[in-house]
């Protein structure tokens, strides 16, 4: 006896509707993440120390499948060093927080630089001004975070995770919201 398949474009206005919620969550919690950046911050390192510990905890686990007894005890070793540096960040967490936020200036300075020599290479075309203008923004904030790090902790990780939270959520309201207008079309049409 056959099922009968639902109708794609009720799945998609679904869909649809599904991803305008989560678009909207998504903006309320980058609305959240940047009104108290700091716990944003707390939270994101939390849950990078829980990751830690759960990979170093299957990595104990796999070293039991391992061949040989040299390839189990490295194994180990790698498992213990996930475990550790895991259970570092949850018993200290702003210190988690402060080495984020030093690797996220680096990150955000190793960016600009290579930006910026991106928009030498490419300055004959059309636009590629705004490369060098997202080069050189980059680099301030890079600038910025370490100049003030380690109190650009308090900040840095929560308020970018939260404008990376509302633009996303935009994005996904925007998308789900077209996807819904193409169904409806497609429905009446």
């Not at 009968?4 to 980058?30: D, M």
């Not at 200290?92 to 991106?118: K, N, R, S, Y």
């Not at 590629?128 to 840095?156: K, N, Q, R």
Request: hydrophobic share 65%.
């Amino acid at each position: 006896m056959a099922t009968a398949l639902p109708n794609p474009l009720a799945v998609v206005k679904e869909a649809s509707r599904w991803g305008v919620l989560w678009g909207v969550l998504l903006v309320l919690f980058g609305m959240l993440a940047i009104g108290e950046p700091f716990i944003a911050a707390l939270a994101l390192a939390t849950f990078i120390a829980w990751l830690l510990v759960l990979v170093g905890a299957v990595h104990a686990v796999l070293a039991f499948h391992a061949h040989s007894g040299s390839r189990t005890g490295w194994k180990l070793l790698v498992a213990l060093a996930y475990v550790f540096i895991g259970s570092c960040l949850l018993i200290q967490p702003v210190l988690g927080i402060a080495a984020l936020t030093l690797l996220l200036g680096f990150l955000f300075f190793v960016e600009g630089v290579l930006d910026v020599m991106l928009w030498w290479k490419a300055r004959a075309v059309d636009g590629a001004f705004w490369i060098l203008v997202d080069g050189v923004i980059t680099l301030v904030l890079g600038g910025m975070i370490y100049e003030h790090w380690p109190s650009s902790s308090v900040w840095a990780i929560g308020t970018l995770v939260g404008i990376s939270l509302i633009i996303s959520g935009v994005t996904r309201v925007m998308l789900s919201l077209a996807a819904g207008k193409v169904a409806e079309k497609l429905a009446s049409g």
